[in-house]
T-cell receptor, first 114, second 114 residues
Framework: AQSVSQHNHHVILSEAASLELGCNYS??????LFWYVQYPGQHLQLLLK??????LVKGIKGFEAEFIKSKFSFNLRKPSVQWSDTAEYFC????????????FGSGTRLSIRP | DTAVSQTPKYLVTQMGNDKSIKCEQN?????MYWYKQDSKKFLKIMFS???????INETVPNRFSPKSPDKAHLNLHINSLELGDSAVYFC?????????????FGQGTRLTVV
């Protein structure tokens, strides 16, 4: 079955620490990949996206993600987190063969200690 | 201007009632979605419409009935509300096509059934 896995359920870091959140998917074929962020009490906002080309994509607020096709992974990274990065992070996938169906991972809660 | 707008933002109602949530997008997209986010933040797709036609119905109870009067609107009507329907419901839209598809989300409707 098609799925998206985020292995880190809750990550707690101190400010200035480096961040990497894992995301793996099980779709075959061509996919588009996304990371969304949901700040407390708010809606989902797009952090970054991969459609094609350079597998290392840069997003807003200093986030980046690397698409590794051989590993079916799209991990999110940030070299130095801030307290304001406290939020829920969702990886999402849409495959060309199942258009109209964006599937989300279960989310990773990121808590930053000031 | 809000790209994807939902009303109401909060909805508190008693079990057994019927309620509707409205969604409108002004992005010119041809695909709209309803997602349910439970208390554990898990996002599950409920419905997807493309140009007013139902594309995806993900094993949602038939008490939930989406209606799309035109491609800019996708409303969600819920009959005989149950306690388990309490959640945050997100509307989203995207432009269908081969790739380059990202979803834009509304602010969410927090439904509380008492």
């Amino acid at each position: 079955a098609q799925s998206v896995s985020q292995h880190n359920h809750h990550v707690i870091l101190s400010e200035a620490a480096s961040l990497e959140l894992g995301c793996n998917y099980s779709y075959g074929g061509t996919v588009n990949l996304f990371w969304y962020v949901q700040y407390p009490g708010q809606h989902l906002q797009l952090l970054l996206k991969y459609f094609s080309g350079d597998p290392l994509v840069k997003g807003i607020k200093g986030f980046e993600a690397e698409f590794i096709k051989s590993k079916f992974s799209f991990n999110l990274r940030k070299p130095s987190v801030q307290w304001s990065d406290t939020a829920e992070y969702f990886c999402a996938v849409i495959s060309y063969s199942s258009a109209s169906k964006i599937i989300f991972g279960s989310g990773t809660r990121l808590s930053i200690r000031p | 201007d809000t790209a994807v707008s939902q009303t109401p933002k909060y909805l508190v109602t008693q079990m057994g009632n019927d309620k509707s949530i409205k969604c409108e997008q002004n992005l010119g997209h041809d695909t709209m979605y309803w997602y349910k986010q439970d208390s554990k933040k898990f996002l599950k797709i409920m419905f997807s419409y493309n140009n007013k036609e139902l594309i995806i119905n993900e094993t949602v109870p038939n008490r939930f009935s989406p209606k799309s009067p035109d491609k800019a609107h996708l409303n969600l009507h819920i009959n005989s509300l149950e306690l388990g329907d309490s959640a945050v419901y997100f509307c989203a839209s995207s432009q269908e096509g081969q790739g380059n598809t990202e979803a834009f989300f509304g602010q969410g409707t927090r439904l509380t059934v008492v």
